[in-house]
């Protein structure tokens, strides 16, 4: 096409989107919110629409030779509400589009659709359209979901201030050590196919990773306790990562504490056992669609005894930097390591 | 997975569509109108928001070595705004996501999107969010649409009745007979790749393959004459396919004349010149995206004159059938023989 020749890996995916986001024109003033957020917030008048998509290719975010297909349908799905409740709101309506080989069959995709069905009645949207094709390379799931938040209740990334509480929810780090359980099975079945997998003693971070939960539990938990964060984000990147989402489009600084970090035993001894830093998974794993937020030191009495959100660090002024303080006090900068799917 | 296999190739793409409805439960009293129609219809409470999402897949919808990326890209956002015009509304707001091999460089996928953007100015949409990530295979474009409609004023593909005009907009089978002659420049650049490309006098339908334009213009001009249609369609997949699904839907039978079927001259002298029955092309040939709607006979004064809109039958009772009457007065049953992605 041009002469000129910029490899995409140069830039990046967040540098892609940056670049390509200059070009865009904002025309009808309904759109509140474009790109840069975990979904776009339309106003529809009394109320807020929210609007987001996630796309999943085989090889690149499933290797069906161990997602089994109702899980693959169920995270398709509760990868999307997570970018709704990210903002705060509530999911409403799913489209899915799926590209197919013809080495699918009906059955296999019906497989497909018991999971996309389950995650539609556990998260309680509706799946209201889509486009069904055929494919020549591999499966392609692309989910876009609608939904509704209250006006003045979303939650952007950029409404941070200094001295806010970071709050986690759940556990990090459990779906990347599940994965890499997931990846060493694989190898060890293609060396040697009467093998019998061994996962029983890994079952809560492969399940982690092969059927993740989007929380909107949390959300619901924040509003009936007068809870409204002050910026949120979804963790599908790494902690790392999003923080520095959080962090930037506030203009912030950031400490978070290791000994502070959620993570589960077998996450942990798991990691080890495969010669990974379990705090390494827990901020640069990705696909725990665990919340990430922050919140007015106001709301501390009514979170700090809820078993499932983790005070996690404080927000600080930019020249301070984003830093991770160690269990030897040592001070580290915390970079972004999380996936970067064009690398 | 499962020990029976049905093959997709017989169920067929609306076969398939059928059966992974059966599972579906709505939940939410805003999700009006699901699957089945051009687009979901959700409830907003003082208007109806409309929603619809279509995706491209290279080697399937899109042959890159006669596509241009700003084509495809313009293509992609107006393929989704006519499923919007489908169902009397006004598109607002887009997401487009990409899935990118590394043989695009960002010069390529610039001018994917300069095409993109083009096209949401055309059509006044925005493009409000989206995903980007690396493919292992071809390059894959999935865009959903938002868009409005006043209350009572949505049209639904079942709401004709027995003796309604039956109005085609534009010409049809131009976007087939274009794509022909592309296939064939194609083979013979590939035998002799010494050859120039003779593009020249297949212009206008070789322009109407590469860069469809979605009829807003003609669903704002129905508002201002106040002509609501009894049931609309976007013809992708063929008039005779569209047609079936408006007399199927509205539980009727149809007659269409031959000699009222709108096609261009260039669209007929190529269709002869490549040996194919121009009137087939009309009926079978997808992707001309122009609408296929229904009116009350006593809007009939107000449409006559209208150059590009054109009255090509009537509605009739299901007994009667639906039927093509040939210049000879021959009687001519309509059967689907539109696209079909999964055969």
Request: glycine share 12%; no cysteine.
């Given at each position: 096409m041009a002469e000129d020749r910029t490899e995409l890996s140069e830039l990046g995916e967040f540098?892609?989107?940056?670049?390509?986001?200059?070009?865009?024109?904002?025309?009808?003033?309904?759109?509140?919110?474009?790109?840069?957020?975990?979904?776009?917030?339309?106003?529809?008048g009394d109320h807020l629409t929210l609007l987001s998509t996630d796309m999943l290719l085989e090889g690149v975010h499933f290797d069906l030779s161990y997602v089994p297909l109702p899980h693959l349908g169920y995270k398709s799905i509760a990868v999307n509400v997570s970018d709704i409740a990210a903002m705060n709101g509530t999911p409403k309506q799913v489209t899915v589009s799926v590209g197919l080989s013809n080495r699918f069959s009906l059955e296999a995709i019906e497989a497909l659709y018991q999971g996309i069905n389950a995650a539609a009645k556990d998260f309680k949207v509706d799946v209201v359209g889509g486009d069904t094709t055929s494919s020549n390379s591999g499966l392609v799931i692309s989910v876009s979901v609608l939904g509704t938040a209250e006006k003045e209740k979303e939650v952007y990334r950029n409404g941070a201030k200094a001295n806010d509480i970071i709050c986690a929810t759940g556990d990090l780090g459990a779906a990347f050590v599940g994965l890499q359980v997931l990846e060493r099975e694989k190898q060890t079945f293609l060396a040697n196919p009467e093998m019998q997998p061994q996962l029983d003693k890994y079952q809560y971070i492969v399940q982690r990773q092969l059927k993740p939960i989007a929380r909107m539990d949390i959300i619901h938990e924040l509003a009936s306790l007068d809870v409204q964060p002050t910026s949120m984000i979804d963790i599908s990147d790494g902690l790392a990562s999003e923080l520095l989402h959080l962090t930037g489009q506030s203009s912030l600084g950031a400490t978070i504490y290791e000994d502070k970090l959620p993570i589960d035993k077998q996450t942990y001894d798991t990691a080890v056992e495969f010669g990974l830093d379990p705090i390494t998974c827990v901020l640069n794993g990705g696909e725990d669609y665990e919340l990430l937020f922050t919140i007015d030191q106001e709301h501390h009495a009514k979170l700090e005894k809820h078993p499932d959100i983790h005070f996690i660090g404080h927000m600080q002024s930019a020249d301070k930097g984003v830093n991770l303080l160690t269990k030897q006090e040592n001070?580290?900068?915390?970079?972004?390591q999380g996936w970067n799917h064009l690398k």
């Open positions: 540098g892609l989107i940056e670049r390509l986001s200059q070009g865009i024109v904002v025309q009808n003033d309904t759109s509140k919110m474009g790109i840069g957020d975990d979904a776009a917030v339309i106003d529809s001070v580290v900068a915390i970079t972004a």
